[in-house]
């Protein structure tokens, strides 16, 4: 079994579930490109460079159609893995699951337009208050391949995906709300979608007794 975790985690935030899953798998848990104790980037990563490096781990670990259990930005790369060779996941696990292309609202439309407008007269260094602070706190090489993975939207890789694919979302998740997994559920043909009441982004951590209980009864039917 693999754990992908989120953008700026580890897979330490996995912890709940990789004492609860050892009991019935081996359990990995790596650390990805730019993370944890992996931090060291060389050059600005793609979402195929992070793939790349997934499919690495795996062939060094000798691990065979592992499950995959992916948060967020793992499910990125999950997705776009299992879209392009249905053969190296078996189950798979989306928690959270970023890479859609989002809504477009007023605010975010007001902001974008206040920003190219600004852009072309002030140095984008002044320009911080319309990044993040997640992302201002990025070093220029994270920030580089930051940009070169939100660009990229998989929406139109969700049908060529052919493992069993179980959704799971908390109802409070602002960083990817349910529409997006109703969305995902509509792409990924014959998908599960469950909805974690009371949690958020990271709903196995907020539940994690729920969480590992319905990935487990997925895992096992």
Known sequence: ???????LSSGKSFSYQT??????????????????????????????????????????????????????????????????????FGKMVLTGAAGLKPKNTLKKAV???????L?????????SKFYSSDYNALSAVMKESFKLIVSEHLDDRLKYIKNPTLLVFGDKDRETPLYM??????????????V????????????????????KEFLLS
């Open 1 to 7: 079994m693999l754990f992908l975790h989120g953008y």
């Open 19 to 88: 004492r609860f899953f050892e009991r019935d798998f081996n359990v990995f848990a790596p650390d990805l490109k730019g993370f944890g104790t992996n931090a060291d980037m060389p050059y600005p990563y793609s979402l195929d460079d992070y793939v790349s490096e997934v499919k690495e781990y795996v062939y060094v670990k000798g691990l065979k159609n592992p499950h995959v259990i992916a948060h967020s930005f793992g499910a990125r790369i999950a997705i776009k893995a299992a879209s392009s060779d249905s053969g190296f």
């Open 111 to 117: 902001k974008k337009t206040a920003f190219n407008v």
């Open 119 to 127: 852009k072309t007269f002030i140095p984008r260094e002044k320009l």
């Open 181 to 194: 997994a109703k969305r995902l559920k509509a792409g990924i043909g014959g998908s599960r979608l469950t």
């Open 196 to 215: 974690i009441s009371g949690a958020g982004h990271f709903c196995f951590i907020d539940k994690p007794n729920k969480f590992n209980m319905e990935v």
